[in-house]
Nanobody
């Protein structure tokens, strides 16, 4: 098993940047695919980005060119660099991990953090 803790959220003005971190404990971080999801009030949780075991990445269309997902296996930490933030990016951001699937849906990830709030003001 793996435990995940997100950090780095906060309040930022539109056009600004934030870097989210996801720190893992338990099994080696390199065993897992790591994903980022978000949930805005009144909406379902949606896929943002994923990074595979060897660094392969995939992004939701609405963040392409603005967000960058990365990982540091030695530090057991994943990152989501968010640039050019928009008010519609306001949401609770979750990191997730799975040891067998390079997924983009909620059901394809077995382990979840508690989330970190990102609020973008206009």
């Amino acid at each position: 098993q793996v435990q995940l803790v997100e950090s780095g959220g906060g309040l930022v003005q539109a056009g600004g940047s934030l870097r989210l971190s996801c720190t893992a404990s338990g099994r080696p971080f390199s065993d897992y695919v790591m994903g980022w999801f978000r949930q805005a009030p009144g909406k379902e949780r949606e896929f943002v980005a994923v990074i595979g075991w060897s660094g392969t990445t995939k992004y939701a269309n609405f963040v392409k060119g603005r967000f960058i997902v990365s990982r540091d296996n030695a530090e057991k930490t994943g990152y989501l660099q968010m640039n050019s933030l928009k008010p519609e990016d306001t949401a609770l951001y979750y990191c997730a991990a799975d040891s067998t699937r390079f997924g983009t849906t909620n059901s394809e990830f077995d382990y979840w953090g508690q989330g970190t709030q990102v609020t973008v003001s206009s």
